[in-house]
T-cell receptor
C-alpha cells in the first residue's frame, strides 16, 4: 500500500519552461489537494478536487492548472514557470470528512 | 476571515523540559482542528485531532473555544521531538488551512 506518491522528487526548471507534477493515491480517497510549502508561510492550498471530475481553486492558484484524471490521479501543471514558483509542493488526499489528510513526500522545485 | 496563527517560528527547549506550541484560530463556525508534524525532509504526518481527544507520542492538545486556541503540549520533551509542527483548521468545505508552522528544537 503505497499511500500518496508524487513524482518527480526534485526538479530544476528555467523561467518560462513548463512541467507537470504527478500525484497518485491508492487508498480510494475521494478528495485530493495540492499545497505549496514556503518558509515562514506554512502550507498554502493551490487547487483541490473534492471528487473525481471536479476541481476548485485554493488560496494561490495563479500560474497553475490541475487535472483530476481519475479517482487515483491529480496532476499539477505549471505552464510557464517563474522564480516565484520555487517551492516544495505537496499532494494530499483524504477519504472523507472524518479523517486527516495523507500527504505525499513532496516535490522540491527550483525555477532559475 | 478563517485564519490559523502560530506566533512562534522557533521554540528551543532542553531535553526533559515541558513544551507548549501555541496555536490560535479565527473561524466563525464550529472548528475542527489538527496538529501535523514534519520531521526533517519527511512528509507531513497527522499527529492528533481535537475530536479524538487522544495523546500521541506524549503530546496532547485541548480546544479552548473561549480563547480560540489549540495549543500542543508535552510535559517532557525528547530529542526525537525536534521537527516542524503545523496547526491546521478544517473549514466548512473540508479544506485544511494551515498555520505558518513552529520549528521545535530539543537540545540534549
Amino acid at each position: 500500500n503505497a499511500g500518496v506518491t508524487q513524482t518527480p522528487k526534485f526538479q530544476v526548471l528555467k523561467t518560462g519552461q513548463s512541467m507537470t507534477l504527478q500525484c497518485a493515491q491508492d487508498m480510494n480517497h475521494n478528495s485530493m489537494y495540492w499545497y505549496r510549502q514556503d518558509p515562514g508561510m506554512g502550507l498554502r492550498l493551490i487547487y483541490y478536487s473534492a471528487s473525481e471530475g471536479t476541481t476548485d481553486k485554493g488560496e494561490v492558484p495563479n500560474g497553475y492548472n490541475v487535472s483530476r484524471l481519475n479517482k487515483r490521479e491529480f496532476s499539477l501543471r505549471l505552464e510557464s514557470a517563474a522564480p516565484s514558483q520555487t517551492s516544495v509542493y505537496f499532494c494530499a488526499s483524504v477519504k472523507d470528512n472524518n479523517y486527516g489528510y495523507t500527504f505525499g513526500s513532496g516535490t522540491r522545485l527550483t525555477v532559475v | 476571515a478563517q485564519r490559523v496563527t502560530q506566533p512562534e517560528k522557533l521554540l528551543s527547549v532542553f531535553k526533559g523540559a515541558p513544551v507548549e506550541l501555541k496555536c490560535n484560530y479565527s473561524y466563525s463556525g464550529s472548528p475542527e482542528l489538527f496538529w501535523y508534524v514534519q520531521y526533517s525532509r519527511q512528509r507531513l504526518q497527522l499527529l492528533l485531532r481535537h475530536i479524538s481527544r487522544e495523546s500521541i507520542k506524549g503530546f496532547t492538545a485541548d480546544l479552548n473555544k473561549g480563547e480560540t486556541s489549540f495549543h500542543l503540549k508535552k510535559p517532557f520533551a525528547q530529542e526525537e521531538d525536534s521537527a516542524m509542527y503545523y496547526c491546521a483548521l478544517r473549514d466548512s468545505s473540508y479544506k485544511l488551512i494551515f498555520g505558518s508552522g513552529t520549528r521545535l528544537l530539543v537540545r540534549p
